[in-house]
């Protein structure tokens, strides 16, 4: 019955003693247990698609911490190259998360690509403070980085300039450019806005165009286009001589589309207050700016009604304008009978209220 009872003893302890016979041959020499186990990949950095599945799926060896491996073909948007950017990483969370962080270069210019020797990246571990014999790195001696990014054609920058030139212009222009060529555009990855920077002060024969090209509303480049440029213009041209405080309209204008050079600025005719000739316009002359005026509400010499205030009295007189006046600006009136001038404020075509202290 004694003898029953140790058997099962005996075969109850059996894979205890196997455990403990296992764990003891895998002790190193110097007896220090090795135990090796599969570490799967941390889950704040986790493994790229683009990297081999078998290295990462490897035991890591006593010792090493963390394995790095390397992708075969990295692409990179930003100007300075992490670890992570380039790599998948395993390891202790912590650590693997240090590795992704770690600056290894600058990045080539966009759509360029740059060689790095991996033995190089052991260095940079150095330099981080990470210790670099407890990480272990898996990839071909020499790999390239490239920096990714989008392609504008040059014909789509034409296009595209040509736009917001136009929408610059007033309704009604008809604007030419001949662009030389643009060579195509290899811009950062992301939104890409173009903006005009500089416009030509004629847009006559040769002109160059200053565009700012911006990627995710930063600044990234400045460009100049170059062209041959024709500008047909809406233009007020005079059909008869313009006397000087004439009112311009229809009666002795008219408007035509004409070739604008120099740095003529037309005058604009359609607005809603009237202008009239601040000196003699000749027939066929288009209308400038510099040639124009605003038509005041009460021109100088018009007569108008004068209403004299002094502490709670009024007074009304006659007088005439001696000065253009605007609507609710100041202005100078001579009595019609005394004959004294006063400074009062327009408040109607045809109505001055002078306050006298």
């Given amino acids: 019955m ?7 003893v ?20 110097a007896g220090v247990l090795n135990v090796i186990a599969p570490v799967r990949a941390s889950e704040d950095v986790p493994a790229g698609p683009a990297c081999p599945a078998e290295p990462l799926e490897q035991a890591l060896p006593a010792g090493i911490a963390a394995r790095v491996v390397l992708e075969p073909e990295p692409v990179v948007s930003g100007s300075e190259i992490l670890l992570g950017d380039v790599a998948c990483i395993v390891g202790e969370a912590d650590l693997a998360r240090r590795l992704k962080e770690l600056p290894i270069g600058t990045a080539p210019l966009v759509g360029g690509t740059r060689e ?11 330099q981080g403070g990470i210790d670099d014999k407890t990480v272990e790195i898996v990839g071909p001696p020499v790999f390239t980085v490239r920096r990714g ?9 034409q296009e595209r300039v040509r736009e917001l030139v136009l929408a610059t212009l007033p309704s009604g222009a008809r604007l030419t450019l001949t662009f030389q060529p643009v060579a195509d555009l290899v811009v ?15 847009w006559s024969g040769p002109i160059s165009i200053g565009v700012d090209v911006l990627v ?5 480049k400045s460009l100049t286009l170059r062209a041959e440029a024709s500008l047909l213009y809406p233009v007020w041209v005079t059909t008869e001589t313009v006397l000087k405080g004439e009112t311009l309209g229809p009666h002795n204008t ?13 005058a604009d005719l359609s607005g809603e207050r009237p202008l009239r000739a601040n000196r003699v316009i000749q027939p066929g002359r288009i209308v400038e700016a510099r040639f124009v005026e605003l038509q ?5 010499g018009s007569p108008v009604h004068v209403t004299l205030s002094k502490a709670g009295l009024y007074i009304q007189a006659l007088g005439t304008l001696l000065t253009d006046g605007m609507l609710g600006e100041l202005v100078t009136v001579r009595n019609v009978d005394s004959g004294r001038t006063f400074t009062g404020r327009l408040v109607s075509a045809d109505r001055v209220v002078v306050e006298i202290p």
């Fill in 2 to 8: 004694r003898r029953h009872k140790t058997a099962q």
């Fill in 10 to 29: 005996h075969r109850r302890l059996m894979p205890v003693f196997a455990a403990l016979l296992l764990l003891a041959l895998a002790a190193d020499p």
């Fill in 116 to 126: 790095f020797l991996t033995a190089t990246l052991n260095l940079r571990l150095r």
């Fill in 149 to 157: 990014g989008d392609v504008l054609p040059g014909v789509y920058l």
């Fill in 188 to 202: 950062p990855e992301g939104d890409v806005e173009l903006r005009l920077a500089r416009l030509p002060l004629r």
């Fill in 216 to 220: 995710q509303g930063k600044p990234w």
């Fill in 254 to 266: 008219e408007l035509r589309l004409i070739e604008l050079g120099g740095t003529v600025q037309p």
């Fill in 296 to 300: 005041p509400d009460a021109p100088k």
